[in-house]
C-alpha cells in the first residue's frame, strides 16, 4: 500500500509558537526531576569554568518546549495508530534562564518500509529551537512510525 | 578521563543502577509540561489506553541518557552536541532498570568522541537506545 499524502506538506512550516521565558526555577525543578548534580547547571563560579562560561540549562531541557496546537494536527497519519519512535537532538547553543524561546516545525520526511513484520510507516517532524537572539539553539527531529 | 587523549574505543560508561519511582516521573511531568499527558501520571488511566501502567516519558528517558553523557564528559570540560534516541519499549517507573554505553569511536580531529548508550531492565532487555556525539576542547 502506497503512503498517500500531499507531497506539498514538506517542508511546510506549521507555525512559530509565541516566545516562551525559560526561568531558574524551571531549570531547578528539571534537573531535581532528573537527578542533575552538576554544578555547570547550579553554580555561577563552577559554569564559568565550564565548557560553556555561563550558567545554563541541561542540554536535554530543550525537549521541554511545547510546539503549538497546529503540530499533532497537521502531522499525517497513516495506518492504524503509531507511536513515538525517538528523537534525534542537535545541540547548537545552551539555553539559559532568561531566555525567550520560539519553535518552528515542519515535515521533514515520510516514508515506507517493509519488514518482516509488514508494511510500516515513518514521518519526522523537525522542530527549529531559537532564542531571542534568532540564534538556533537546536533542531529536534521528531520521529514517529506505525503499522500500515 | 581528563583528555579525548586517554579515551579509547570499547571504554564503559556506567553501568549506573536506575529506579524511577512514580512521583519522580510526575515531578518531571510537572518540569516538563506533561502534567496533563494521563499515560505518564495514572495508572489507571494509561491502562485504559492498553498500557500495562503509567511509563516514563520518552523524554524523561533522552534527559536520563543525556545525564549519563554529561556526567562522563565533564571531567574533560566536554559538550553533549548531538544525542538520538529510539524508543523501543516503553520504561516502566518501580523497576530496576540501568543506564550504561561504551565508545563506539574516537575522531582525534574533529576532536569528538561517538557513544552508544541505552537503558535496559531486569531482563536484560534495551528498552531505549541512543547515540551520542561529545565534543571536546583544543589540546592544552
Known amino acids: ?148 | 578521563m581528563r583528555t579525548l587523549e586517554e579515551i579509547q574505543i570499547g571504554d564503559n560508561i556506567g553501568p549506573e543502577p536506575l529506579f524511577l519511582e512514580k512521583d519522580r516521573v510526575r515531578a518531571y511531568c510537572n518540569a516538563a509540561g506533561l502534567a496533563g499527558v494521563p499515560r505518564f501520571t495514572d495508572d489507571e488511566l494509561a491502562r485504559k489506553e492498553g498500557l500495562p501502567g503509567m511509563i516514563t516519558p520518552g523524554n524523561m528517558s533522552a534527559a536520563l541518557i543525556g545525564k549519563l553523557v554529561t556526567d562522563w564528559a565533564r571531567p574533560a570540560n566536554a559538550r553533549l552536541i548531538r544525542l538520538g534516541t529510539t524508543y523501543r519499549s516503553p520504561v516502566l517507573p518501580e523497576h530496576h532498570l540501568s543506564l550504561q554505553g561504551f565508545v563506539t569511536q574516537v575522531d582525534h580531529g574533529e576532536r569528538t568522541a561517538e557513544l552508544d548508550i541505552w537503558i535496559e531492565n531486569e531482563d536484560g532487555d534495551r528498552l531505549v537506545t541512543a547515540t551520542a556525539t561529545v565534543k571536546f576542547p583544543p589540546k592544552a
Open chain 1, 1 to 148: 500500500m502506497a503512503l498517500d499524502f500531499d507531497p506539498a506538506i514538506i517542508g511546510k512550516i506549521f507555525e512559530e509558537t509565541d516566545p516562551v521565558a525559560v526561568s531558574a526555577q524551571e531549570i531547578r525543578d528539571f534537573c531535581a526531576a532528573v537527578g542533575e548534580n552538576n554544578p555547570w547547571y547550579t553554580d555561577e563560579d563552577a559554569a564559568r569554568k565550564g565548557p560553556y562560561g555561563e550558567l545554563t540549562a541541561p542540554p536535554l531541557f530543550v525537549l521541554t518546549f511545547r510546539n503549538g496546537r497546529q503540530f499533532f494536527q497537521n502531522i499525517p497519519r497513516f495506518g492504524k495508530g503509531g507511536f513515538d519512535a525517538g528523537r534525534d537532538v542537535e545541540f547548537l547553543k545552551p539555553v539559559r534562564a532568561g531566555d525567550q524561546i520560539t519553535l518552528v516545525s515542519h515535515v521533514k520526511e515520510i516514508y515506507e518500509k517493509t519488514g518482516r513484520s509488514g508494511a510500516m510507516y515513518f514521518v519526522t517532524v523537525r522542530s527549529t529551537v531559537k532564542n531571542q537572539n534568532n540564534e538556533v539553539v537546536a533542531h529536534i527531529d521528531h520521529r514517529f512510525m506505525g503499522r500500515l
